[in-house]
């Protein structure tokens, strides 16, 4: 389940990252996944990714959260963009 969103959520995460960054060339890697339950009673399951995104000598982190079985995605959290030339 989780690998079928991740190409997803690795998408969003980074685009996010390139303009944040102002780093067309800014590239991503999933560092972690989990499945979130349902809040409410029959409620959506959802997919959490942690995305490293780094590029033009920055980095930073980002939580991509997507819906099972939907190609919606949300890149929800950008912190944490340091230098490390």
């Known amino acids: 389940m989780l690998a079928n969103d991740q190409?997803?959520?690795?998408?969003v995460a980074?685009?996010?990252?390139?303009?944040?960054?102002s780093c067309a060339n800014a590239a991503g890697t999933v560092l972690s996944s989990?499945?979130?339950?349902p809040v409410l009673w029959n409620g959506l399951e959802r997919?959490?990714?942690t995305v490293g995104v780094a590029g033009c000598g920055k980095k930073?982190?980002?939580i991509a959260v997507c819906q099972l079985g939907s190609s919606t995605c949300?890149?929800?959290?950008?912190?944490?963009?340091v230098d490390w030339q």
């Not at 190409?7 to 998408?11: G, H």
């Not at 989990?34 to 339950?37: C, D, E, G, T």
């Not at 949300?74 to 963009?81: E, P």
Request: hydrophobic share 45%; net charge positive; aromatic share 10%.
């Open 14 to 21: 980074v685009r996010r990252g390139q303009f944040e960054m």
């Open 7 to 11: 190409d997803n959520a690795l998408r």
């Open 47 to 49: 997919a959490e990714y």
């Open 34 to 37: 989990n499945i979130l339950q």
């Open 60 to 62: 930073a982190t980002y």
């Open 74 to 81: 949300l890149a929800i959290a950008g912190r944490n963009a």
